[in-house]
């Protein structure tokens, strides 16, 4: 018996696909039908034992003298008869005073009993005489399939809101300006770059062109992209100035975009000294005067004027930065809060389904065990 309950538990699973496909199967006149039942007829009533005929074999085991009444060979516990107090190997001898002969006289009268009532049973256990009372149980209220419905828990991760931070973009450039060549030349942004046509901001702006200059002479403009100087490739001021430096020769292919397009110029310059120096052009360097000192100086001085506010923009800069940082550090610690809240909270429904769960299992678990009783 005990392997039958739980070959039953085992195909718990099984049993209920058939039940829920049962469901949806067409009835037909001439189809046979199935039902669970502990009898025939009568009523409803469930004691939760099952039963054997006491044989001569048993008498020994069960201490008793005379072949009479009915052995209990198993019993569930959630059931009345478990309830009460009832045990394994006791021996039914009466019902409500009534002797016990078999089996199915005790099976008849506990169906004959309505659902609720109160009986009386006579037992031998381990052969001493005893009485218990049982409240017998109604089995189609007992075991219901009415049972709590578990929903689906979906597990919704929180959703992360962090808020716009405007970072002023800070670039540096610098300029490079040739007195032999007539060019002034800057480094460029990626974003100034997408605009002069140029991809990743590789290469660099011409930023002037000194009027009746070589560069003026072969045709630069301002505003030409400077891309690559005999095939080299330019990045920046400083790939620049190594190719005129590094050139063969007093001329140099420069590839450049202007408007957009790839176009070749020729540059001529100075021939180089031995040294690898470029060489003196007095007539095109601009001679140095006085005045140009006394202009250096004054740009000198206002640039002295400038420098407290230089460093009090960059104060407030690293201040604005530091503001910032503290601010999406106080949200980042915000969103794993409140991730963590709903975290907790997916984990205590989950919780809940599982008990409900483990409540529904072994309610049916019991109910299958009813099935196997036989009263």
């Not at 004027?305 to 601010?327: F, G, M, V, Y």
Request: proline share 4%; with cysteine; aromatic share 4%.
């Amino acid at each position: 018996m005990r392997r039958y309950v739980l070959t039953s538990i085992a195909l718990l699973p099984l049993l209920l696909n058939f039940s829920q496909a049962a469901q949806n199967w067409p009835v037909e006149s001439s189809a046979q039908s199935f039902a669970f039942s502990s009898d025939e007829g009568g009523t409803s009533s469930y004691l939760g034992v099952d039963i054997a005929d006491v044989t001569t074999e048993r008498l020994s085991a069960l201490k008793l003298k005379e072949e009479k009444g009915v052995e209990v060979t198993m019993v569930d516990q959630d059931a009345p008869a478990g309830k009460a107090g009832i045990k394994e190997h006791d021996v039914i001898l009466s019902m409500n005073g009534t002797t016990i002969e078999s089996g199915a006289q005790l099976r008849r009268m506990i169906h004959e009993t309505p659902p609720g009532r109160v009986v009386s049973f006579g037992l031998s256990r381990d052969g001493q005489p005893m009485t218990v009372k049982v409240q017998l149980a109604d089995k189609h209220k007992e075991f219901s399939f009415v049972g709590p419905k578990v929903k689906d828990v979906p597990m919704v991760m929180p959703e992360v809101h962090i808020p716009d931070i405007d970072i002023p973009s800070i670039n540096m450039v610098v300029v490079t300006q040739s007195a032999r060549s007539g060019l002034t030349v800057e480094n460029i942004t990626p974003q100034l770059g997408e605009f002069f046509g140029v991809k990743n901001g590789n290469g660099v702006l011409v930023r002037a062109v000194d009027k009746g200059s070589r560069a003026d002479k072969a045709g630069f403009h301002a505003g030409d992209v400077i891309v690559k100087v005999n095939d080299q490739p330019i990045h920046d001021t400083s790939d620049f100035t190594h190719a005129i430096r590094s050139r063969n020769g007093n001329s140099v292919s420069v590839g450049l975009i202007r408007e957009k397009k790839e176009q070749n110029l020729n540059l001529t310059l100075p021939h180089l000294k031995e040294s690898g120096l470029m060489e003196e052009e007095t007539f095109d360097a601009p001679a140095i005067r006085a005045e140009s000192a006394v202009e250096l100086g004054q740009l000198e001085n206002e640039i002295a004027k400038l420098r407290p506010q230089i460093e009090l923009a960059a104060q407030q800069a690293r201040k604005s930065a530091e503001e910032l940082r503290r601010t999406f550090c106080d949200e980042q610690k915000k969103i794993r809060e409140e991730a963590r809240r709903q975290a907790e909270e997916q984990r205590e429904k989950l919780r809940s389904e599982e008990h409900k769960l483990r409540m529904e299992m072994d309610r049916m678990r019991r109910q299958m065990r009813s099935y196997r009783m036989d009263i």
